[in-house]
């Protein structure tokens, strides 16, 4: 049986092993066939023979030899992918020795990433192809991740994986106007898992860790990029009230009644740090502006200690750098407006939103909320269940319509 530590590093070495086939070989489809069947072997071996010195090493030369075996299978195939060999150095992707070790290819994770990312994919199918290739989760956990039958899920990734067969396996030459794409993409899975569009669960926590372990992934190629340390540092800050979200049956709790002492204080040191790391280093970007507000959220001793001109003032900033069009950072603004300068002031700005964001359930949440701080009982009841009326996550329905239920 494999331990938890060794599953942790069949995961990390798993994209890295995936981007060396595809590098030399092409064959999107049958490079990650070739890898699972190695990662299975692994599974089988490594418990009773022990983990080999170079993980990175027996996994590539296992997985060349089952792609080999495959490719040779159509005589066409193998002699365009003998050609594609000739044209790479023998030795780029030959497994070391036993005992020595090779640091892997700076730019195979982040490569994958903008592969799995490619413009032509929609977003759906870039966070699917992402989650398979990079995350390393199986058709029937993404599948159940996104409430949708495996068999449609498979269909989805093949089809990503048919759109982008015969782009070479290399950094794009734009690949820095592309990077806003790919951490989006990390972005969208952290979300749904901290927060399910849909379905039974509030949270899928395991969505979650692994964008933060793939933009952990991410900094680690690119250090110095204030927006990756942003994004890492927003979804660590965020991630760190996992706990208090839900109560003892499993319903919502609103962030200014959750028990602050169930949040997790090594995510917040270690996000309060990065935002310090990154704020004074150039171009405020908005993942580092969201970690900030977060931040301070997290650093507040309780709800009334909260900040809240300063986040008023991020937000101000944030509105500035988001793309035109982004309404949701313009609704958090509406809410530091009513907490800094009164609920009626926030009512204000979410009328502005009604054609951004009309229809929308989480306008018509927070303008519930609003209302109800106004005292308008009647209109904060209807806007709850009008909210409730428009979220597919159960708990959120339960939640907005307890909150309503309580003002009738």
């Known amino acids: 049986m494999l ?192 927060t399910a569009t849909s379905g039974p669960q509030l949270q899928r926590a395991d969505l979650a860790r692994e964008a933060i372990r793939l933009t952990r992934a991410v900094r680690a190629l690119l250090p110095g990029d204030s927006e990756v340390a942003g994004l890492l540092a927003l979804m660590l800050l965020t991630d760190a009230r996992r706990a208090a979200r839900t109560d003892a049956a499993g319903e919502l709790v609103r962030l200014d009644e959750q028990d602050r002492a169930l949040w997790d204080r090594a995510e917040i040191d270690e996000g309060v740090a990065l935002v310090a790391l990154a704020l004074p280093r150039g171009p405020v970007g908005p993942y580092q502006l969201q970690a900030a507000i977060a931040a301070l959220h997290d ?44 609920p009626e002031a926030g009512l204000t700005e979410t009328d502005k939103l009604a054609d951004a964001l009309g229809g929308h359930h989480r306008l018509a949440a927070v303008r519930g909320h609003l209302l109800e701080l106004a005292g308008d009982r009647d209109a904060a009841r209807a806007a709850y269940q009008e909210a409730a009326g428009g979220t597919l996550s159960r708990p959120e329905q339960r939640y907005l319509r307890l909150r309503a239920a309580r003002l009738g």
């Open 299 to 342: 650093e507040a001793a309780s709800a009334e200690d909260t900040d809240w001109p300063q986040i008023l003032a991020l937000y101000d900033l944030l509105v500035r750098v988001v793309p035109e069009g982004e309404a949701m950072a313009a609704l958090g603004r509406a809410v530091a407006v009513a907490m800094v300068h009164g």
């Open 3 to 194: 331990t938890a530590s060794t599953e942790d590093l069949l995961r990390r070495h798993a994209p890295q092993v995936l981007g060396a086939l595809v590098r030399r070989y092409g064959h999107f489809d049958a490079a990650e066939d070739a890898v699972q069947e190695a990662l299975l072997a692994a599974a089988r071996q490594w418990p009773e023979a022990g983990v080999p010195d170079n993980p990175r090493g027996w996994l590539i030369k296992v997985a060349s030899r089952r792609l080999v075996d495959a490719l040779r299978s159509d005589d066409a195939r193998r002699r365009r992918e003998e050609a594609d060999a000739a044209l790479t150095p023998r030795d780029a992707f030959t497994a070391p020795p036993p005992g020595e070790s090779r640091a892997p290819s700076e730019d195979d994770t982040l490569t994958l990433l903008h592969l799995c990312c490619h413009p032509d994919l929609t977003p759906a199918a870039q966070v699917a192809l992402t989650l398979r290739a990079v995350g390393g989760l199986t058709t029937a956990e993404i599948a159940r991740a996104h409430l949708v039958p495996e068999p449609t899920m498979a269909q989805r990734i093949s089809r990503a994986k048919q759109r982008v067969r015969g782009v070479r396996f290399r950094l794009p030459e734009d690949w820095r106007e592309r990077l806003p794409a790919v951490l989006q993409i990390l972005y969208l899975i952290f979300n749904e898992g901290y």
